[in-house]
């Protein structure tokens, strides 16, 4: 073998692309990127920078005029609604009432509505008896029963917390069901090979597989739940954040009602950041 | 102890999956039943197991099971079936909680069970972190875990790929060396059955029926050094099998 | 049958344009009336613009009505503010005042008013509360005392029979209940010890076994302006004839309300064309047999001439702010306009 041949073969490996194209100029071109895109990349700054811009485009257009006062107050007035809460130490009243409502409600419907579900999905005599019923109650809007929890319930802390239990409890049995239904069988019946109990295979297999089901149910739960509760602090509340904003619509005082809006929303974004805490903590399984 | 079915037959509604089968897997044994897709292995082996029970004839055990044994008939399945949401210690920790097995004898079983199937160091991974392979040893090991008199396997490799499953076939045949556990496995796959069977059962195309039962006197360990007399009985019973599988890979299927 | 042909349509269409246009050169007096919109409940009090309406007085003004119905005080007020109606009379509420404050509405005269002779708002109590010792309003204390909103005339009434009784605003427990047949609902089972309402709805109340009364509003709140006449700030602005015609014929309504249902001094063929008109738009979900004689004990005197009692407007506007009801900054200027009616 010469030298020149080993030669050859290195500069023929050595050779790059842009040899390549400047070597055969015109026949060879790269093959067009068409990939690219539809790929969500995170952008932690935008939300927060949107929601500046959009409060200061707010406050701009109500300053001058072009979002007229009773269309719409200035956030620095709700933002002054919110500060006098603050001020006057309301706030802790109303979010302690609200709070206590709350989570009494939710806790019980959702204890009450997961195993009203596993019911449902273990016992098939407990499905043909009682999923219709949910299926006719669940579409109805707890509001319209009201009237009707006043009478049963009273106007005190009963009412207000029977429109929360029971706005939670149907869409609970509904997750909690339908997470047991897509456990994998075969997850089951590997169980029954092994000679689980049935309880074990209920607690062990059963629950955990539907557990992230009943949680993503949470989620929607604990949403219905704070909506609720300008429901059920209608009657008889004197105080609870629904309560404030009910008397702030009465008033047309909209500086407050956009404060109370705004109590409302960040309840919602608290009860979800949790919800997550919760799935990340009990679904760490799922990485 | 030994497992054994009676003249079992069995249909789903109008459909005969299983016709008056007979056969046994003695102590020590690993019996392989192939056959063409659709021919009711699977079937058999729930019956086997007590999973399923047959129209006609019985699944029948013949002595008692080892004292030791926890779980005499324990299935490996498919798919595996490891629980997502327990590490791989806890996948086995959990068919032994049941049997009251607890604390420090659990821990020596389960390290025992892992140390074979070369698994010590992955005891608290998670399932969703295992390749194919690995979690079949998992599946394995906690099939092991409750001492079984008969490993019934249905398919344990078909999901894995070619080069895992020449692994776990040689794992399998080690682990054997050591335990010298029972099995009925089965398979579609010829070449697993010719390297791990003692006996290979041939079941016919719908209704399942034997077709023909082959015993191998090589002894597993060795059969790796006599590729011709292997190769020559796969070879005869892929023939036999041939146009079973082409008229049942034809078929329309309208039980699952 | 009529047989039009396309050029006798286009000639009656150009003649008609032709007229149209004319009409509209040579005088104001054909001209099409002012078209309004007046917000309405379904109660007695409301009846002076059907009357009104009814007797032609709107028409003599020139004023071409429509009525739009309401189911409470609160979204009337917001519905003048957005200009969807013209013209509304409810109870000063809290509401009514911050839109005043925010410019949108203003008040422009007086209803609804307590007077000694005439049989006014009364002052319930539920029967287990009465047997426990609840007999008349100054035993309030400690009591809850059902609202439909803060805010609301309900809550002011309250407050006012508190003051006179000598007891701190704070010793009654004023219960929001929304709607007014929410808090019939809990005054019937107990659930509220007492309620303030004029007196048809009372009447009705009190002839069953759960509900007593224990007093009368006028007792504790001197010539009670109840109710008010308002419309849009800019109405009163740029519209002064219009509103000025308006009261022209509301008056007369008043006029024609407080002789047929109020004194009495109608003959009873005139008083049952009046009830009629009211019907259509009161209880008019019951024959005019039963309807008649609920219209007729609804009926509480309405000033002559729209004429407001500025002393009690105030008096309620002070109450508004010193509970935090109403903005501080609202004076009475924001919130009436007096040159429209006679005030006193």
């Known amino acids: 073998m010469s030298l020149d041949a080993t030669n050859e073969i290195e500069t023929r490996t050595r050779r790059n692309t842009s040899d390549l194209q400047q070597s055969r100029k015109g026949l060879v071109k790269p093959v067009p990127f068409r990939g690219g895109g539809f790929v969500h990349t995170r952008h932690r700054l935008i939300a927060p920078l949107l929601f500046v811009v959009l409060v200061i485009l707010w406050e701009v ?86 009237p009707l929890f006043i009478i049963w319930f009273g106007i005190g802390e009963g009412s207000k917390v029977a429109t929360i239990l029971f706005g939670v409890f149907f869409p609970t049995v509904i997750a909690t069901y339908g997470g047991v239904d897509n456990v994998d069988r075969n997850l089951i019946r590997m169980g029954q090979s092994f000679g689980l109990s049935w309880m074990s295979i209920v607690r062990k297999i059963i629950i955990p597989g539907a557990l992230p089901a009943i949680l993503s149910g949470f989620r929607i739960s604990a949403s219905i739940a704070i909506i609720l509760l300008v429901a059920a602090e209608m009657i008889g509340a004197e105080y609870g954040i629904g309560a404030y904003i009910l008397m702030a619509g009465a008033l047309f005082a909209t500086d407050q009602l956009i404060a109370g809006v705004a109590m409302l929303s960040v309840l919602g974004l608290t009860v979800g950041w949790l919800i997550s805490r919760a799935e990340r903590l009990l679904l760490s399984w799922r990485a | 102890m030994e497992l054994i079915l009676d003249h079992v037959s069995h249909s789903y509604g109008d459909v005969e999956v299983l016709s008056d089968i007979s056969l046994s897997v003695g102590s020590g044994e690993i019996v392989c039943i192939v056959g063409p897709s659709g021919c009711g292995k699977s079937t058999l082996l729930r019956i086997l197991g007590g999973l399923e029970k047959p129209d006609h004839g019985a699944a029948l055990i013949a002595g008692e099971p080892p004292s030791d044994s926890l779980n005499p008939l324990t299935y490996v399945f498919q798919d595996f079936a490891l629980l997502p949401w327990r590490t791989v210690e806890g996948n086995i920790s959990l068919v032994l909680e049941d049997h009251s097995v607890r604390k420090d004898k659990a821990r020596a079983i389960i390290t025992d069970v892992l140390a074979r199937t070369k698994l010590s160091e992955f005891a608290n991974a998670w399932p969703r972190q295992l390749s194919g392979g690995m979690k079949q040893r998992v599946a394995i090991a906690r099939a092991l875990s409750v001492n079984p008199a008969v490993m019934l396997m249905d398919e344990p490799l078909s999901a894995l790929d070619s080069q895992t499953r020449e692994l776990l076939m040689d794992d399998l045949i080690e682990l054997w060396g050591q335990v010298g556990f029972s099995a009925c496995y089965i398979t579609h796959n010829l070449a697993e059955a010719v390297r791990l069977g003692h006996r290979i059962v041939m079941l016919s195309r719908r209704p399942g029926k034997i077709r023909e039962i082959v015993d191998i006197d090589i002894p597993l360990s060795e059969r790796i050094n006599h590729p011709a007399e292997t190769s020559a009985i796969q070879r005869r019973l892929w023939e036999a099998m041939r146009d079973e599988a082409r008229a049942a890979d034809r078929e329309l299927s309208d039980v699952a | 049958m009529i047989k039009t042909t396309r050029r006798t349509a286009l000639s009656m269409f150009a003649a008609t344009a032709i007229g149209l246009v004319t009409a509209a050169g040579l005088s104001t007096a054909a001209q099409a009336a002012d078209a309004i919109k007046i917000g309405i409940l379904s109660l007695t009090s409301h009846s002076p613009s059907i009357i009104a309406e009814g007797k032609g007085y709107f028409t003599e003004q020139d004023l071409d009505v429509e009525f739009v119905s309401f189911q409470a005080a609160q979204p009337m007020a917001i519905a003048i503010a957005s200009g969807d109606i013209d013209f509304g009379m409810t109870a000063i509420s809290g509401g009514l005042i911050s839109l005043a404050e925010k410019g949108a509405v203003r008040i422009i005269g007086g209803a609804l008013q307590e007077t000694p002779e005439i049989s006014g708002q009364k002052i319930l109590a539920s029967k287990a509360a009465y047997d426990a010792g609840l007999t008349s309003p100054d035993k309030l204390a400690g009591h809850t005392f059902g609202v439909t909103t803060p805010g609301s005339s309900f809550h002011y009434m309250a407050h006012k029979i508190a003051d006179k009784s ?91 309300y407080n002789a047929a249902l109020v004194d009495k001094t109608m003959s009873a063929d005139e008083v049952a064309e009046i009830t009629g008109m009211v019907h259509k738009y009161v209880y008019a979900d019951q024959p005019i047999e039963k309807a008649g004689p609920r219209i007729a004990a609804g009926a509480m005197r309405i000033n002559e001439g729209a004429k407001l009692n500025i002393a009690s407007v105030e008096d309620q506007l002070a109450w508004f702010q010193s509970e935090k009801l109403a903005p501080e900054g609202v004076t009475m200027a924001d919130l009436v306009d007096t040159s429209f009616v006679e005030s006193y």
């Open chain 3, 166 to 256: 000598g007891f701190d605003r704070s010793e009654l427990k004023i219960t929001p209940m929304q709607k007014v047949p929410a808090v019939i609902a809990a005054l019937k089972s107990g659930q509220i010890d007492a309620w303030s309402i004029v007196p048809n709805i009372a009447g009705a109340l009190t002839k069953g076994p759960e509900v007593v009364e224990i007093g009368k509003v006028s007792d504790y709140i001197d010539n009670y302006q109840v109710t008010t006449v308002f419309t849009s700030t800019k109405n009163v602005t740029e519209n002064r004839d219009l509103v000025t015609r308006f009261l022209a014929g509301l008056s007369k309504g008043i006029a024609d």
């Open chain 1, 61 to 146: 257009g109500s300053q001058t005029g072009f979002i007229s006062n009773i269309a719409l107050p200035a956030p620095s007035e709700a933002a002054g609604a919110m500060s006098d809460l603050f001020e006057t130490g309301m706030i802790w009243k109303h979010l302690s009432a609200s709070l206590y409502r709350l989570v009494i409600g939710w806790s019980l419907g959702s204890l009450i509505g997961v195993f009203v579900g596993l019911a449902i999905a273990l016992f098939s005599l407990v499905r043909a008896g009682v999923s219709p019923f949910i299926s006719a109650l669940f579409p109805i809007p707890k509001i319209a029963l009201l």
